[in-house]
T-cell receptor, first 112, second 115 residues
Framework: DQQVKQNSPSLSVQEGRISILNCDYT??????FLWYKKYPAEGPTFLIS?????DKNEDGRFTVFLNKSAKHLSLHIVPSQPGDSAVYFC???????????FGTGTRLKVLA | DAGVIQSPRHEVTEMGQEVTLRCKPI?????LFWYRQTMMRGLELLIY????????DSGMPEDRFSAKMPNASFSTLKIQPSEPRDSAVYFC?????????????FGPGTRLTVL
């Protein structure tokens, strides 16, 4: 049973446009959410996070939006750059736990 | 800091053989995680150590898998005997204070192929 779902295995976007990556979760106990980015032959690296007390968190070109009622979060990348081409994993965690539950990832390809 | 170090980076073995994957966490981190990445299930947590003690091994697929952390700077994940369905990328990650939403730092992974 996948508690964190990334329903789009892949996404292609033109350079300069917005990339929107989506993630849904089922466990209402989750209150902290993260995005990790993974390049080939490397481990995932932390990109951005959001706590459930917020509905938006911004870091440069990256913004994460959280819709608690819909149990949905999204990562926006504006403007997209070829170097953003990678696999993006969404992860969720609950207070007082150590576990991050990861989704299956979305492969983003930014076309020059 | 060198980050989380894993070895080997690639392992090809035959079914039935023993495989040992190694991990050196970031110095000062007291939590260590072993994950497995597959296309179907994404990143799955196999086992979590805190202060060298296994806290949760509920993600370990079966008895063929075992993990140890003899000291704060070294951990192993062993598969014996290995099977083709164990083929995946195995990641080790470490973090500082758990429960305070500290970032997990991942190693580069070991790509395991069991023939």
């Amino acid at each position: 049973d996948q508690q964190v779902k990334q329903n789009s295995p892949s996404l292609s976007v033109q350079e300069g446009r917005i990339s929107i990556l989506n993630c849904d979760y089922t466990n209402s106990m989750f209150d902290y959410f993260l995005w990790y980015k993974k390049y080939p032959a490397e481990g995932p690296t932390f990109l951005i996070s959001i706590s459930s007390i917020k509905d938006k968190n911004e870091d440069g070109r990256f913004t994460v939006f959280l819709n608690k009622s819909a149990k949905h979060l999204s990562l926006h990348i504006v403007p997209s750059q070829p170097g953003d081409s990678a696999v993006y994993f969404c992860a969720a965690s609950a207070s007082g736990t150590y576990k991050y539950i990861f989704g299956t990832g979305t492969r983003l390809k930014v076309l020059a | 800091d060198a980050g989380v170090i894993q070895s080997p980076r690639h392992e090809v073995t035959e079914m039935g053989q023993e495989v040992t994957l190694r991990c050196k966490p970031i110095s000062g981190h007291n939590s260590l995680f072993w994950y497995r990445q597959t296309m179907m299930r994404g990143l799955e947590l196999l086992i979590y150590f805190n202060n060298n003690v296994p806290i949760d091994d509920s993600g370990m697929p079966e008895d063929r898998f075992s993990a140890k952390m003899p000291n704060a700077s070294f951990s192993t994940l062993k598969i014996q005997p290995s099977e083709p369905r164990d083929s995946a990328v195995y990641f080790c990650a470490s973090s500082g204070l758990v429960g305070l939403y500290n970032e997990q730092f991942f190693g580069p992974g070991t790509r395991l192929t069991v023939l």
